[in-house]
């Protein structure tokens, strides 16, 4: 017996580049209502730092004031030397775009991975590397990563870098 769900049962897309690896993370915000979470080594420029994402998650973090976005990163040092695009939002939507820095215990993880919601996700083994797995509909996978999340965001800082400073 198969249903219909089964014949279109959502599967693992895997990417082997920065356009496709690009192209899902704003796909994945786009699909996002109500979290959007982000650990990597930074603010990755070639996911983040481009009109299109900030153009996406700013009307995400507009839609509600229960959404939000979350980021820990090891460092943002050469996303705020770069003028990332993603900060100057997060300093206007300081009530719903949160950056933290990770803890030293966490710095040797090296994957990056992107949650959205409890059932999206975006995950690369390398965070040098555009290469990895996304999936619209894990719930499973999901939430066991953003357990790992959660775990790493409970010990990382509030990052200096990226604040908006008050003069």
Partial sequence: MTSDKANHAPTV???DSRDQARELALSLVQHATRQVCFFGANLDPILFDNNA????????????DRTMAKFVVHDTQQNTAHGHR??????QLTSSIFIRTSSPEHHELKQYFMLV?????????????YQGRV???DMAETR???????????????????????L
């Avoid at 994402?53 to 509600?64: K, N």
């Avoid at 919601?117 to 390398?126: P, R």
């Fill in 53 to 64: 994402f900030v153009t996406s998650l700013s009307e995400f973090i507009r839609r509600s």
């Fill in 117 to 129: 919601d409890d059932k999206a996700y975006l995950y690369g083994q390398y965070s040098t590397r």
């Fill in 144 to 166: 066991q990563l953003q357990r790992l999340f959660d775990t790493i965001w409970e010990h990382g800082h509030p990052d200096v870098h990226s604040r908006r400073l008050h």
């Fill in 86 to 91: 993603l900060l100057p939002l997060a300093q």
């Fill in 13 to 15: 897309t895997h990417f």
């Fill in 135 to 137: 999936h619209f509909d």
